[in-house]
């Protein structure tokens, strides 16, 4: 007697592999755009909070600033690596020369987070950030300034280091962001002819301003603790002479006992795990 029950027909090998493949792309393209959207939101975000608390300092209270000057710092810069460009979008703001001379009010920023510590700014640069210090080293991986969530993260202190930049050496960490954000410009301290025309920066404190006196950028292996906390008598010398012999630009800058230096740490693609350094002496203004 023959069977002629309908047999259930089985999904083929290549429609089970087209199913996989879809819910891999959908998945994939899901995470794209929430990473874009993320940071286009932390851009917006630190946009704003520029506009907020910078003001220029020949301004008298209640003035407007010069809107050339604002022009100026909104002008794209001309980079000696790929030069990151926003699909779709403006370029990124750049600190200018118009920049030199500014005040921050980050007075402001503490009523919204007061783990805020100061404002790092390099002419003619992205870097012109908040400095917050968290309880740990990995909340604000992943925390803008004011605590929202978002993958872009903050520029901020290492939680061992004391807020007021005290310490013989502050770490100041920072995501290299593919659209040129963060601590991505870091990286171009791995050529001499960008230091030679980036070779301070500006770090302000709700109590001082600091020049920074570029002395070394170097890479590290980020599996190991490469940075250095406790510099004891004698040790910001030799310490500072290692760093300089190992240095992908020469300065003629250096540090000895007694002086503040601190330390910028970013990620860098050299090996696995590596990590760029740039690291400057704190001159008092």
């Known amino acids: 007697m023959s069977d002629d ?47 907020s608390v910078k003001t220029e300092a020949s301004a008298e209270p209640g003035e407007s600033p010069d809107p050339s000057a604002s022009q100026a710092a909104e002008a ?25 001379s500014f005040t921050v009010d980050l007075s402001k920023i503490a009523k919204i987070n007061e783990d805020v510590a100061g404002w790092i700014t390099l002419e003619d640069s992205h870097i012109d950030y908040p400095i917050v210090r968290g309880k740990n080293n990995s909340f604000y991986l992943n925390h803008l300034f004011d605590g929202t969530y978002s993958t872009s993260g903050s520029i901020f202190m290492d939680y061992r280091c004391a807020k007021d930049f005290s310490d013989p050496n502050t770490v100041i960490y920072g995501h290299r962001l593919k659209d040129g954000s963060m601590f991505a410009d ?74 503040r230096i601190v330390s910028l740490c970013t990620c860098t693609y050299e090996r696995d795990n590596a990590r760029f350094m740039v690291v400057g002496k704190l001159t008092e203004q």
């Open 5 to 51: 029950t309908p047999k259930k027909s089985r999904p083929s090998i290549y429609t089970v592999a087209f199913a996989v493949c879809l819910i891999v792309f959908v998945f994939s393209s899901y995470k794209v755009v929430s990473k874009l959207v993320s940071d286009k939101m932390a851009r917006d975000a630190y946009a704003r909070l520029r506009t």
């Open 76 to 100: 794209p810069s001309e980079e000696l690596e790929e030069s990151p460009k926003l699909s779709g979008g403006p370029s990124l703001p750049i600190s200018s020369a118009a920049d030199v």
């Open 186 to 259: 870091l990286r171009n301290y791995r050529k001499q002819e960008y230091y030679d025309s980036h070779p301070v920066m500006t770090i302000t404190t709700p109590d001082k301003v600091y020049t920074v006196e570029l002395i070394s950028g170097t890479i590290e292996d980020g599996t190991y603790e490469f940075v250095r906390l406790d510099l004891a008598k004698g040790g910001m010398g030799k310490y500072v002479a290692s760093l300089k012999e190992r240095s992908t630009f020469k300065s003629g800058v250096t540090a000895e006992d007694g002086d």
